[in-house]
């Protein structure tokens, strides 16, 4: 006699759906893991990849940032050499002016202008008496009084910084709007 024998039938049948369901249960809960599993791997590599393509972004934009600040230093640098430049002008010409007005203030040089001797000119109320203890031949000159010659030098000094000054801000205004 065999155990199967032993057992009733309603018990057989009762014990072969509870093993039925048992086997059905367990190949659907391989299945969900099998799936789990499946889908893990899809999830792992997806994340790998999205990984891979946002450090190449930002590989990207660090060297597009380092280009751009490259370019910002190379500008600086020629901006402070092109200062540079307009300052020794600038300073030049300050010293220039200063030599000059202190050559008029102790009389080394005297400013002078020329006259016009033509009788149209001076509507015949002014004569111009050529000085005769000089023997530099030419157009009739008038000396100018030191004080006036100082305000002349004052003027064309402050014209002389004033250009000095816009050429300064021409060359800044090129620098920065040509690209290179």
């Known amino acids: 006699m065999r155990l199967v024998d032993l057992i009733p039938a309603p018990y057989r049948l009762l014990a072969i759906g509870l093993l039925l369901s048992a086997l059905a249960g367990g190949s659907a809960a391989l299945a969900w893991q099998v799936q789990d ?64 007005r202190d050559r008029l203030a102790t009389a080394d040089l005297r400013l002078s202008v020329l006259l016009d001797t033509t009788p149209s000119a001076s509507g015949g109320a002014v004569s111009a008496n050529p000085s005769t203890s000089g023997v530099v031949h030419g157009p009739t000159r ?38 290179k």
């Open 142 to 179: 008038a000396q100018l009084d030191p004080a006036h010659a100082q305000r002349i030098i004052g003027i064309t000094d402050a014209g002389d910084q004033g250009l000095i000054a816009l050429a300064a801000c021409q060359a800044y205004a090129k620098e920065i709007s040509t690209p």
């Open 37 to 100: 599993w499946r889908y893990s791997l899809r999830l792992e590599q997806q994340a790998r990849l999205q990984t891979e393509a946002l450090n190449r972004q930002m590989l990207a934009a660090a060297t597009l940032q380092q280009a751009e600040q490259d370019k910002r230093l190379v500008l600086e640098q020629r901006l402070s050499a092109s200062e540079q430049t307009h300052y020794r002008v600038l300073s030049d010409a300050q010293r220039d002016q200063g030599r000059l």
